[in-house]
């Protein structure tokens, strides 16, 4: 059973899906290997849109004809130009190991060790290799077989051997992003890090917290840049409030942002509060923690 409330741990949308892993049953029609497709799209790709243009129709095909398995169909969306150009090529080594833990496996690495086995494959074997070392794998055997679609499973206990695989499962699930990379704060960037080369597990805190370090708010490398008000411009009151705002997204016709960063901080006067809550709202961020700092 889940750990704790999924909203309060950020991870809903998984708990919001079927409990029962979807599987292709000898005789099941049409409508269902769709289903099927559509949920290894989903799985495979972080959640992430697929134009009809860049779907695998030959691979398709082969799937409803049954000439190839759900793994099989895993394992050439895994090796297309259209997983390698979003996931591999795009991305840092490691934060590309992750993803493919996350896609194929459905749960973290249990430590660096298994990561870095992934870079050498890489290295002295290619990236075809390395898929295949995934999928042909007894962890994916035992958990999902020939016919079964790959889910998420590192955010329950009793999916989880150590702790810190437990809480590298919730680094690389947790959020509100509506994929793998869009709308995530870590974007090509390994999540993990250091804690990974250290095997080091790393916090689960509140989805918003008014503590430091909330999942859903990375500090700006450079806070010069953020609007600043001090002293007189504290207000009446005499306090300021710093505001940490993530998510900010494009809104405009030509969806591009004004903002070079997705996180933002700023330090308002109270009387201001409501002014800059709205303008937030209105630009598309999202506030992760509002705190005193006078």
Known sequence: MPFGP?????????SQESEAPLELIPGDDD???????????????????VMESERQ???ESQFKLGEISVRELVRRIAKSELYRGRFFDACSRYRYIELAFRHLLGRAPVDFDEMRAHAERLDNHGYDADIDSFLDSSDYQDTYGEWTVPFQRGWKTEACGTLQ??????????GNSSSSLKGDLSGISSKLGGNAYQNRP????APSSTEPGGWSFRPAKNLQDAPTRHGVGAGEQG?????EVTAYSANNVRRISR???SNRVYF???DKLSEQFKRIHAEGGKISSITPVN
């Open 165 to 174: 695989e437990f809480t590298w499962s919730f680094q690389l699930l947790r």
């Open 31 to 49: 409508a269902k290997k769709e289903q099927i497709i559509r949920a290894v799209y989903k799985q495979v790709l972080g959640n992430a849109y």
């Open 57 to 59: 129709l030959v691979a």
């Open 268 to 270: 308002v006067p109270f």
């Open 239 to 243: 306090k300021t409030y710093r505001v």
């Open 202 to 205: 790393m916090a689960v805190v």
């Open 259 to 261: 903002y070079t960063r």
């Open 6 to 14: 999924a909203s309060l741990l950020g991870v809903e949308r998984f």
